[in-house]
């Protein structure tokens, strides 16, 4: 019998033809609209004239006069960007043009340069700098969705950008960049203007301009790059993470095909040509190693993409900045050692850590360990995302804390767990780790034997609706699928947001934005105070309260649940996680002064670790271990702290439950044991309603000291000498 077709698929159709159908419901779609859209485009062109009138005379005289395309200065060459510990120490510099060739525009490959114009600024030939239909266009479709989609700026303003070095963030700002935009345009040609924005343009992977482009991801001359390449290549400028090929080709296929219909309607190539083009699935990637000589750690390249957020790429690599960072020399070194001490072995898996300071948000550390590779530039810690397993629930069990649940008090039952809410939903099963079960258990209980079971009943009784806004206040940025299996880790976040959500529980229920850098220096010597580098960004988001209750649990799992591996002889607090077949483990643990997060598993997938040095692995085993060996070295010499006690205790209440809690009294009791974790199961499921209340009562401990404030860091050094230019690169 043969299969139906997949869903929106014609029988007969091949995957072509099933393409071009969707394109072309989508554009049909729009047409009958198209009459009262422009009645609303031509308003928002109206409102654009009047804000400008409204300025006034004597401002736009003022505005003209600052209009002066003298003030486009080209970064100097060779005037790198310097990048310097929290110590003072230098991490490194931002080469200006080790990967940077520029070329002539007919060493470009045409299909290049009408791709670039077709996707970035199709009126590119047609407008004299500045494309007042395009600013419509844009305003238009950010007033529908309610916020920015869309840019109106053209290839010649998005160059007047990269070139104009100060930076300002105003009305004055965007109509002093069309100006210029209209008078470059005037004193250059087209295609000067279009060599100059592609020679500067940041294509992601450490390749600035179109020839180190075209080496990177093909190992070819951008003269010699096809269609579908240029079409590539033309998506990327506009978020080169987000589209990135080597990292996320789906997202990059969607991209190229995007470029590709946009020459399309422009009469750049063919119908023919289209579907030929559109009909390679396959990248076709061949990674060039001519720039791969640039080597930079972790955090380097972290704080480098956070600086080309702000200042646009040719300020970063050559607009001789000073970028004073929060990193800890001493404690990279330890995260570092830590790895290379646990995992030595050439196919042992890499490991990823992150360390930061509750108090302000300050990264101390961040790196990560690729056994038998060198120079990976993916960032393990900020951009890799797997699920976190167990680590996941400390998120539901302070959900379920804020509602006023007392988890001494608060029992389930450790059982084989079977869920269908209806028979047109697939069943989901949850087990423990080790198949043993306690029955009625207590919620604290259930935390130190990391018993999936009760877990799974309690993100029941919550609502997992509940978990993720918890897990988003706390820190969390990824999108998360609001399902039942949320609550044992199913969704996929990176270990800088993990850490982040930790940081927030070890802070005292008080969120600080991860920050890196801590002071800008621009060129001219003055420090840029407009960004904001070294200002915490903090609020309070869970009561002290809440924290403390989850904090005083994980506590306990440390000193004699699945996280004794960790314990390191002073109070700390942390929870393992480990994923299904043991493709990713974790521990994400903290003392008062310091959250560290470890990640172990393999970059290029979720290859189950069954067998590392003997065993398998488990967020008890190497992660903890890693964790132990870093904590040991991080907090040598620092003062002995235990929890504040909260100005704003839990109020134990009602606790709005479902069927699944009761208020029964253990028939077993929880033995902890060092080798106890647990694994997570990713079936996804729907929520179910919250029914039946129950009531508890509470206990305190008594007060440990308060949260030590931060050290001053040590001044600064002077900076170092600029190194001379490098010798011009041999022509291809």
């Known amino acids: 019998m043969t299969p139906p077709p997949p869903r929106g698929r014609r029988p007969g159709d091949d995957e072509l033809e099933h393409v071009l159908r969707r394109v072309r419901r989508r554009r049909a779609s729009g047409k009958g609209k198209r009459k009262r859209r422009t009645s609303l485009i031509l308003a928002t062109l109206l409102i654009l004239i009047l804000a400008v009138i409204a300025s006034g005379v004597g401002a736009v005289a003022q505005f003209r006069s600052n ?307 060198t120079g990976n530039q993916f960032n393990l810690v900020a951009q890799a995302r797997r699920q976190p397993g167990s680590t996941f629930k400390t998120f539901v069990l302070a959900a379920a804390i804020e509602e006023g649940m007392n988890p001494n008090s608060t029992y389930y039952t450790s059982a084989p767990f079977h869920y269908q809410p209806d028979p047109y939903t697939p069943a989901w099963d949850v087990s423990t780790y080790g198949g043993d079960y306690s029955g009625s258990i207590s919620v604290t209980s259930a935390t130190l034997a990391s018993d999936n079971t009760v877990y799974a009943q309690l993100t029941l009784d919550v609502g997992p609706d509940k978990v993720a806004e918890m897990a988003h206040k706390l820190g969390v940025q990824s999108a998360l699928d609001v399902v039942p299996a949320m609550g044992l880790g199913a969704d996929a976040i990176s270990p800088l947001e993990e850490a982040s959500a930790y940081t927030t529980i070890a802070a005292g229920g008080i969120y600080s934005k991860p920050m890196a850098i801590r002071k800008v220096v621009l060129a001219n010597g003055k420090e840029d105070t407009d960004a904001g580098w070294g200002q915490p960004q903090r609020k309070r988001v869970i009561s002290d309260g809440v924290a403390y209750e989850v904090t005083r649990i994980l506590e306990q799992n440390v000193l004699g649940g699945t996280g004794v591996g960790a314990y390191f002889g002073r109070p700390a607090a942390g929870k393992t996680g480990t994923t299904d077949n043991h493709a990713d483990g974790w521990f994400s643990g903290f003392v008062p002064q310091l959250e560290t997060t470890v990640w172990v598993g393999y970059p290029q997938g979720e290859i189950p670790m069954e067998n590392v040095h003997g065993i398998s692995v488990a967020g008890g085993t190497f992660p903890a271990t890693i964790w132990k060996l870093f904590m040991e070295t991080a907090m040598e010499g620092t003062p002995e702290l235990t929890w504040t006690l909260p100005r704003d205790p839990v109020a134990w209440r009602p606790f709005t439950q479902g069927q699944y809690a009761s208020s029964l009294a253990p028939t077993t009791t929880y033995t902890p044991t060092t080798s106890a974790t647990t694994a997570t199961t990713t079936t996804r499921q729907t929520t179910p309603t919250r029914t039946v209340p129950t009531t508890t009562t509470r206990t305190v401990l008594p007060p440990p000291p308060p949260l030590p404030p931060e050290p001053p860091p040590p001044p600064e050094p002077p900076p170092p000498p600029e190194p001379p230019p490098p010798p011009p690169p041999p022509g291809p």
Not at 108 to 115: D, G, K, L, Q
Not at 247 to 253: E, G, L, Q, S, T
Request: aromatic share 8%; charged share 20%.
């Open 67 to 373: 209009c002066d395309l003298k003030q486009l200065k080209p970064v100097e060459i060779g005037s790198n960007s310097f990048v310097f510990a929290a110590n003072g120490s230098l991490l490194g510099s931002i080469p200006a043009e080790r990967n940077r060739t520029p070329i002539a525009l007919w060493r470009v490959s045409p299909w290049t340069r009408r791709a670039t114009v077709a996707i970035e600024d199709h009126r590119f030939y047609e407008h004299g700098g500045v494309d007042y239909e395009g600013i419509a266009r844009a305003a238009w479709k950010d007033l529908r969705a309610g916020h920015v989609v869309q840019g109106g700026s053209t290839i010649t303003q998005q160059l007047v950008r990269n070139l104009y070095i100060s930076k300002e963030r105003t009305l004055k700002r965007k109509l002093k960049e069309a100006c210029l935009a209209i008078k470059l345009s005037r004193a250059r040609s087209k295609d000067w203007i279009l060599a100059q924005y592609m020679n500067q343009v940041y294509y992601g992977n450490h390749a600035y301009g179109i020839e180190a482009a075209a080496q990177t991801y093909f190992s070819t001359h951008a003269r010699d790059l096809t269609l579908a390449q240029s079409a590539l290549l033309a998506g990327l400028p506009q978020a080169p993470s987000v589209y990135d090929p080597l990292h996320r080709p789906a997202a990059a296929i969607a991209r190229r095909d995007d470029v590709l219909l946009a020459m399309r309607d422009n009469g750049d190539i063919s119908e023919g040509q289209y579907r030929q083009a559109l009909a390679q699935r396959n990248l076709r990637l061949k990674p060039g190693r001519l720039y791969t000589r640039i080597r930079e750690p972790y955090f380097f390249s972290y704080v480098r993409d956070q600086l080309i957020a702000e200042y646009g790429s040719s300020t970063v690599r050559s607009g001789g900045l000073r970028v004073y960072t929060t990193i800890n020399p001493r404690l990279q070194l330890a995260a570092r050692k830590a790895i290379q001490d646990t995992l030595y072995l050439r196919d042992d898996p890499a490991a990823a850590v992150v360390s930061i300071n509750p108090a302000n948000g300050a990264i101390r550390a961040m790196t990560a360990v690729t056994p038998g590779r």
